[in-house]
């Protein structure tokens, strides 16, 4: 059965203790008012130990925002997907376009570190999307069809354990929405690529979570579309009343 998600990208923000005392909120706030999807809270990795303990499983799931394309070994300043695991967590996001952008994150990396993940039962939230330039030059389609080469490797009973999320790169953190027909329109292409992989009932069951400038004044307009299965939340999610608004867009 496909899931609805929303799940929030805390990015390279919060302390420490600004991260638990956001995690406590979301928990008070959903154990008092109880979500109709799952709900995912995506941390940087020092936070990761300290706000799985605090998160009531059934209501929140905790995920890395990253994870190394290497098991283990000499690879300075890397978190490998068994430490992200053994914290607890239950989901990474990989391919994001910040960590393609600025951290020369290939097709091939991505690769690896989705393989990993999956082997250390992470679920991976698989981020694809277009630059602008790209949306200019109508050439979206051919953009997230390559990106999903690094996951399209994957075995059938693999891939079913990924979720995805379309980022119009353009989109994030500008404030500019995909409209709700572009969204829907780029998600059942996606959706079209996993059938054409995997055949239709895969594709069926693949969660597919729009991401960019998503907030609760139009979280439900998006959501609302047949292929968009959620969302993936950037600012909006480091607020416990607009993450809440936007899980409320299921209700
Ligand atoms: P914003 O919601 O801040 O646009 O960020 C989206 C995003 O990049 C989530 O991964």
């Known amino acids: ?18 991260g638990i005392a956001l ?18 809270i995506c941390t940087p990795f020092i936070h990761l130990a300290s706000v799985t303990p605090l998160v009531d499983p059934s209501l929140m799931g905790v995920g890395a925002e990253n994870c190394a394309d290497k098991a283990e070994g000499a690879y300075t300043g890397e978190v490998s997907a068994a430490m992200v695991a053994s914290t607890g967590a239950k989901y990474v996001i990989l391919g994001h376009s910040e960590r393609r952008a600025y951290y020369g994150e290939t097709v091939a990396i991505l690769e690896e570190k989705v393989k990993l993940a999956l082997a250390n039962n992470l679920t991976p939230i698989f981020c694809i999307g277009e630059v602008l330039e790209e949306r200019e030059a109508g050439k979206q389609n051919e953009v997230v069809a390559a990106q999903l080469a690094s996951v399209f490797s994957l075995s059938p009973a693999d891939f079913g354990k990924i979720v995805l999320a379309y980022e119009p790169v353009w989109a994030i953190g500008t404030g500019k929405t995909a409209t709700p027909a572009q969204a829907q329109e780029i998600h059942a292409f996606i959706r079209s690529l996993v059938a054409g992989k995997y055949g239709k009932e895969i594709a069926d069951n693949c969660s597919i979570l729009y991401g960019g400038s998503c907030k609760p004044s139009n979280a439900k307009e998006l959501f609302v579309n047949p292929d968009v299965d959620g969302g993936l939340i950037g600012g909006a999610a480091l607020k416990a009343a607009d993450f809440k608004g936007i899980i409320d867009a299921f209700k």
């Open 1 to 18: 059965m496909r899931k609805n998600i929303v799940a929030g990208n805390w990015k390279m923000n919060k302390t420490l203790q600004e």
């Open 23 to 40: 995690a406590k909120e979301l928990n008070e706030v959903l154990t008092a008012d109880k979500p109709n999807c799952d709900v995912v």
